[in-house]
């Protein structure tokens, strides 16, 4: 299992942390693929009654890696490569949605991008106050991907959904709750810990129940995702090479380095 993926375990409740918290939890290749490996686990683990899912440090995720080489750096691979970088993502929030037991995310600090694309393939989200979540893919050049879309649309209806990946507006706190980004609104710091006591509630729950009617409810909300987002990796693969993505990116690291 990769190192930038902790994980713990007691009395059927499992806690999965990103753990690249001297970048902000941003997704390598290398986090994205341990993700995917630990949902696979989780899937076929026994006795698993609720997941969590955090971050170390003070941020759940700034999003896509910009500085990694393996996922921007295209110039050299062939099609075939493309498209299978440009799929991780979307491998990673399927298996994590695909988790039979009920799964919470527990967020704090910056939610941008992927991790907001994540985050929305878990069943239930709790935010602290000052948290936010934020999609930029337009902003640098790219459409939405990760099959965030179908999920945001599912989650918040078509106008809202716009608002959120088009116009890339910000929802924090109390604001992301009313908008239906998250379920739960807590006390900055507090976000693991009211997960836990959730995690708790749904642990002492038959077990077998809990997961028949999670997969009854993921049947019918998800049944046209895949229609919906089956071909956004190919779209984000051409978009990415594209000058005008090439220039946003670079555009929107600056800001970052410069701390707008």
Not at 239 to 249: G, K
């Amino acid at each position: 299992m990769s190192r930038l993926v902790d994980i713990q375990a007691k009395d059927g409740i499992w806690t999965v942390r990103l753990n690249r918290p001297e970048v902000r939890n941003a997704f390598s290749i290398e986090l994205m693929r341990g993700m995917t490996q630990t949902a696979e686990r989780l899937r076929d683990e026994a006795g698993v009654r609720a997941v969590i899912l955090t971050a170390a440090g003070e941020h759940f995720s700034a999003g896509m890696d910009l500085k990694d080489l393996k996922r921007w750096d295209t110039d050299k691979q062939s099609l075939g490569d493309r498209r299978v970088l440009a799929s991780t993502g979307e491998r990673m929030c399927q298996a994590w949605e695909n988790i039979p037991a009920l799964t919470i995310c527990a967020i704090e600090g910056h939610c941008i991008g992927g991790g907001a694309a994540l985050a929305v393939a878990t069943d239930l989200r709790i935010i602290g106050a000052s948290a936010w979540f934020w999609l930029p893919e337009i902003a640098i050049g790219i459409p939405l991907g990760w099959g965030a879309l179908p999920r945001l649309v599912r989650l918040l209806g078509p106008a809202k959904a716009k608002r959120f990946i088009i116009l890339c507006d910000r929802f924090a706190g109390r604001e992301a709750v009313d908008f239906g980004l998250a379920e739960y609104l807590v006390a900055d710091g507090q976000a693991y810990a009211e997960a836990l006591m959730l995690a708790a509630r749904i642990a002492a729950l038959p077990e077998i129940p809990v997961k028949m009617s999670k997969e009854a409810v993921n049947a019918t909300a998800n049944a046209l995702n895949h229609l919906a987002s089956y071909m956004v990796s190919d779209q984000v693969a051409l978009a990415v090479a594209s000058e005008e993505a090439v220039a946003a990116r670079a555009r929107f690291a600056a800001r970052k380095k410069g701390g707008r």
